[in-house]
């Protein structure tokens, strides 16, 4: 038997345990296994924990919100994170509400995987799925904006 083929086992096996290769995905039968994003926008070694893998794209999504949109069904810390800074931006600027990133959180659910981040948000976005988007738009910050203390959670992940 041929030990080159071997040796590259051991090798990318020695490079993964390392953190040297990027992941694009939770480990299998983690609970949010069926997240995944664009390696090509997140350098995500594949030697960290998913707590902390978890950490770096909320991060990733406070510091540039529009890398959102290369995550395939967001954990309900990412969808906070947005939806973090989607009230900053309320905040700021009362009357230009920040369209592009509510849109990127209706593409979200449009995945049946993804997880509910507030009771509620994905019956509020489905129900204006036979509107155009800038209706859709306006519903659900309503939505979010009818809801006590919509944004104001303590996040201790």
């Known amino acids: 038997m041929p030990l080159y083929p071997i040796f590259l086992d051991l090798l990318s096996k020695a490079s993964h345990a390392l953190g040297f290769e990027t992941i694009d995905r939770f480990p299998p039968n983690h609970p949010y296994a069926r997240t995944h994003w664009d390696r090509a926008w997140f350098d995500?070694?594949?030697d960290l924990k998913p707590?902390?893998?978890e950490r770096a794209l909320c991060v990733s999504i406070a510091n540039t919100p529009s890398v959102f949109?290369?995550?395939a069904n967001p954990t309900p810390a990412m969808q906070r994170t947005l939806l973090g800074v989607i009230d900053t931006r309320l905040r700021r600027s009362p009357g230009a509400p920040p369209l592009d990133l509510v849109a990127l959180l209706i593409e979200a659910y449009r995945s049946?995987?993804?997880i509910e981040a507030r009771p509620g948000l994905r019956a509020a976005i489905e129900a204006?799925?036979?509107?155009d988007m800038r209706e859709r738009i306006h519903a659900t910050?309503?939505?979010?904006g009818a809801m006590p203390a919509a944004f104001d959670v303590i996040d201790l992940n």
């Open 112 to 114: 049946p995987y993804t």
């Open 141 to 144: 910050l309503a939505f979010l």
């Open 44 to 46: 995500i070694a594949s």
């Open 128 to 131: 204006t799925r036979e509107q």
């Open 69 to 71: 949109a290369h995550i």
């Open 51 to 53: 707590e902390a893998i």
